[in-house]
Structure formats: C-alpha cells, structure tokens
C-alpha cells in the first residue's frame, strides 16, 4: 500500500496482515476484552432480570417519557409489605445508592418498601464486572465516591427489552 506524506512523497506502508478463521473457531464467535466470568455473570443477570420484571408486572407501572423527548423512561414498584430495597436491587440488577439518588431519600437496602419507588429504566440490568488492573479498581472506587455509580459495572439488558416486558 503507498501513502503520500504531507511534502507530495509516496511513502510504502507494510502490507496489512489478516486473521483467517481457524478450524477451531465457531463462526460468528466474538470476543470481547471481559473475562469469561464477568461475561457468564452479565448473561446471567441479564436472565434474572427478566425474569424478575415479568414476577414483578402487577407491582410495576411504566412510566414511558413523553413523546420519547421530555423526560426518561422509569418504572415505578409498589412494594407488597415484604420486600426491602435490597432484594429490590438484586432482583432487577440495579448498583448500591441509585435509588436513593432517584427517589430524592436515604434508603437502607434493609428498609421495606413502603407505597412506590421509581427507577429509571437506565439503572436496571447492571452487574459488577471484574477490574482488569489495581488502577481499574481505585478509579471505579473513586467514581462511585464522586456520583458515578455504574463505574465498573456493565449492562446487557436495553430499555426496549424492558419495556416489551412490561407491556
């Protein structure tokens, strides 16, 4: 391959090389820079999830945003009397402190829910994913200290898979 440098002058590139699929690789195998693990546990969350939505729909109201411009998409749950903030959490794949933040309150994952509580759609289906590096796992520390709660978490579920759900 040539290129022409910024004087006029052809210059020679390297040929590129290519990767040919070897008898062992399984067509359209993907791979992506997370470990097996963190892509096992996504998968799984992601099934949980859904699962949990569809137990969950009498509980659940969709609060779709208007017009699809003003606002964001959420759910608001009513709690049955038994079920805390916790088991909230877990069931639906949403990090520490989200609710709070969304609901405007200090809420305990030990505390019952108690009438509704809204969740953005955006904040349903994470999982913890497993830092690669030390430096990795400080800056996800430090994020989460300053506001960004999903630092080091990863999300395999969409607000359309949510909402065809619920409906």
């Known amino acids: 391959m040539t290129e022409i440098n910024s004087i006029g002058a052809a210059n020679s590139l390297p040929k590129t090389t290519t990767?040919?699929?070897s008898a062992e690789s399984q067509p359209g195998n993907i791979s992506f820079p997370q470990s097996d693990d963190d892509y096992t546990?996504?998968?799984a969350v992601t099934e949980d999830?859904?699962?949990?939505l569809k137990s969950l729909k009498n509980n659940i109201k969709l609060d779709e945003a208007l017009f699809g411009l003003f606002g964001t998409d959420n759910i608001r749950v009513t709690g049955d009397?038994?079920?805390t903030y916790?088991?909230?959490r877990d069931k639906l794949g949403i990090p520490p402190r989200i609710l709070g933040q969304v609901n405007n309150k200090?809420?305990?994952?030990?505390d019952i829910i108690k009438g509704e509580v809204r969740v953005n759609l955006e904040d349903i289906g994470w999982y913890e994913t497993t830092p690669?590096?030390?430096f990795e796992a400080q800056d996800n520390q430090y994020q989460r200290a300053?506001?960004?709660y999903t630092a080091g978490y990863d999300r395999q579920i969409s607000n359309e898979d949510i909402k065809n759900i619920l409906k």
């Open 81 to 83: 009397g038994k079920m």
């Open 41 to 43: 546990r996504g998968q």
């Open 106 to 110: 200090e809420l305990k994952d030990s």
């Open 19 to 21: 990767v040919s699929n």
């Open 49 to 52: 999830v859904k699962q949990n």
């Open 146 to 148: 300053n506001g960004n």
């Open 132 to 134: 690669q590096f030390d």
């Open 86 to 88: 916790g088991q909230l």
